[in-house]
């Protein structure tokens, strides 16, 4: 009896010792195939004020993951981002991830684009915000970088100097008397104008400002305005009273001003009162200055009538992940993507590398991180926001070759303000006829 049992126990052990076996390697297999060969997965990014954080953020993910590389490309700052994507592709060199602006990017480049909807981050992203990237299947092919909001980034110092609330500033009227204060105290403010207007970088006024005036007549949709034949254009009036407000308090020249220059030496270096811009330039100020940036910058609405008190936010960029792609490098791409918006490492960084406001839910426990994205997540929360259109324009022909050089014509007394508004919208119905045609 004794031997048989060691026998049968013999037997049984190397029943056992061969299962065992043959799991461990069915998992070495599995671990194998899932980590699979190293991959590299190429970054063409449209927000070049993030790309040292980009980049860091890739190496972070590189050691947690030895098995993907990240190449990470910026475009931006006086470069159109389009061109440079339809180069790389016809050239044979498409980045494995790349931006998308909103809905007319999404046509243009539906041969390229993979469906994100089964990803972690498609859905966690906030309703709303994957309405501009859904292709003609309903399919989500984009995902938010995050959600932004723009307006009158001041200097606190200076406000408080010239004895002036900001917060105070609420409509047009108000607003005018306050930059009219400042210009008679430059000198005792130690600024050069009250704005830094860049009027080489036409984007500025052809999306941003103009989206505030074009965008109450599509409630701010930008899929709506995409697919209007003709573009409503009735609070123009207003919005030429807000950019020669700017233009005629702004440093000079304002032709002559880009975006690094506004941005870099004038604001972070304290010579403007006041610029238009976003909380996307918080990580630009402070690498400039961070005790300035910390401490004396702040943003309020721009004051437009009918919706006073209300901060402009929306989605502008979207991540795409090229279709055309291995299987294998498509995966990865998805991966490092689910990562960065999903993981307790990835959240993180969105929020304290990136200075974003996140786009997506499972951040409750996050507090923003600077003063910039901090207002933008409180006006959120309150409800006080405006949509954005502007994204159902960017990324057609009709922003870069009729928006914005008409724009420019105006800024330089090339042009008068009502042929300007003709131009642009004669130029939108031509182009919208010659889609559908």
């Known amino acids: 009896m004794k031997k048989n049992f060691w026998k049968r126990l013999g037997k049984r052990v190397g029943v056992i010792a061969l299962a065992a076996g043959a799991a461990f390697m069915l998992a070495a297999c599995s671990n194998s195939s899932s980590s699979g060969k190293d991959v590299k997965i190429t970054i063409l990014q449209g927000k070049v004020e993030n790309n040292k954080q980009f980049k860091q953020i890739a190496k972070e993910y590189e050691k947690s993951h030895p098995n993907v590389k990240i190449e990470v490309t910026s475009i931006g700052g006086g470069t159109q981002y389009d061109p440079v994507l339809k180069t790389r592709i016809s050239s044979g060199n498409a980045p494995t991830i790349f931006s998308l602006a909103g809905p007319a990017d999404v046509k243009q480049f539906k041969a390229h684009e993979a469906d994100l909807s089964d990803t972690k981050a498609a859905k966690a992203a906030q309703p709303g915000t994957l309405d501009a990237v859904k292709n003609e299947q309903g399919k989500a092919v984009g995902l938010p970088f995050n959600v932004e909001g723009y307006g009158f980034v001041y200097n606190k110092k200076v406000f408080e100097k010239a004895g002036i609330d900001p917060e ?37 006024m052809s999306d941003h400002l103009l989206n505030l005036y074009v965008a109450q007549d599509y409630n701010g949709n930008a899929q709506k305005l995409y697919k209007s034949k003709k ?29 690094s220059a506004q941005v870099n030496q004038y604001f972070s270096q304290g010579k403007a009162a006041m610029i238009q811009q976003g909380d996307w330039i918080y990580p630009t100020v402070e690498g400039i200055d961070k005790d300035f940036a910390k401490n004396s910058v702040g943003m309020i609405p721009i004051p437009v009538p009918g919706e006073e008190g209300k901060l402009p936010v929306g989605t502008s960029l979207y991540w795409a992940v090229n279709s055309k792609k291995s299987t294998a490098e498509q995966k990865a791409a998805k991966n490092f993507l689910d990562w960065l918006y999903t993981s307790k490492a990835g959240k993180k960084d969105v929020v304290n590398t990136l200075h974003f406001v996140p786009a997506y839910k499972g951040y409750d426990n996050f507090k923003m991180q600077d003063p910039l994205t901090s207002v933008v997540f409180k006006y959120s929360q309150e409800h006080k926001t405006t949509g954005w259109a502007f994204p159902g324009y960017t990324g057609t022909s009709w922003d870069p070759d009729v928006a914005q050089p008409n724009l420019q014509k105006y800024l330089s007394g090339k042009q008068s303000w009502d042929k300007t508004v003709q131009n642009m919208t004669d130029g939108w119905a031509k182009q919208q006829k010659s889609a559908n045609n």
């Open 231 to 259: 573009m409503a254009f009735s609070k123009n009036a207003d919005m030429k009273t807000m950019l020669d407000l700017q233009k005629d308090y702004s440093i000079k020249p304002v032709m002559q001003m880009d975006y």
């Open 168 to 204: 105070s500033l609420t409509t047009v009227d108000k607003l005018t008397a306050a930059v009219k204060q400042l210009d008679a105290q430059k000198d005792q403010l130690g600024i050069k104008g009250v704005f830094a207007l860049p009027g080489k970088e036409a984007w500025i």
